[in-house]
C-alpha cells in the first residue's frame, strides 16, 4: 500500500478518535453539535492533498475521506494554519492572515469553530 493510500485509510479514523471523546468531556458539545447535523464540512489540508469530511451527528462526528460532495462548506489551508485554528482564541484571525480559504458557507465554518 503507497504512503497516500495508507494516509487516506487511516485519517478519517485517526481524527475520529480523538475528536469523539474530547466532545464527550464538553457537556454543551450536543447543542452545539445540533444544527450542524446534516450538513457536510470539507477540511482540505493542503500540501498533503487530503480532504476529509466532517459529517456532525448529534453526539459525535463521523470523519470520512471518501466522501464525493458537495460540502456545504469547504475549508482549505496548510496543516499549520488548521491547527492553529482549532487552538487560537481567536480562530478568526487566521481569515485575515489569508492562508485559510472557504468556500461555501461562512456561517457554517464559523459554527464549526
Known amino acids: 500500500m503507497s504512503d497516500r493510500a495508507l494516509l487516506m485509510t487511516m485519517a478519517g479514523p485517526l481524527l475520529e478518535s480523538l475528536l469523539n471523546p474530547l466532545l464527550k468531556l464538553d457537556p454543551d458539545s450536543e447543542a452545539r453539535l445540533a444544527p450542524l447535523c446534516g450538513k457536510a464540512i470539507g477540511l482540505h489540508v493542503e500540501g498533503l492533498n487530503l480532504t476529509l469530511t466532517l459529517l456532525p451527528e448529534a453526539s459525535r462526528i463521523e470523519v470520512n475521506s471518501q466522501f464525493p460532495?458537495?460540502?456545504?462548506?469547504?475549508?482549505?489551508?496548510?496543516?499549520?494554519?488548521?491547527?492553529?485554528?482549532?487552538?487560537?482564541?481567536?480562530?478568526?484571525?487566521?481569515?485575515?492572515?489569508?492562508?485559510?480559504?472557504?468556500?461555501?458557507?461562512?456561517?457554517?465554518?464559523?459554527?464549526?469553530?
Open 69 to 113: 460532495g458537495p460540502w456545504d462548506c469547504l475549508v482549505s489551508a496548510p496543516p499549520a494554519s488548521l491547527l492553529r485554528m482549532l487552538l487560537d482564541d481567536k480562530p478568526g484571525d487566521s481569515l485575515l492572515r489569508g492562508d485559510v480559504a472557504i468556500d461555501g458557507s461562512m456561517a457554517l465554518a464559523e459554527q464549526l469553530q
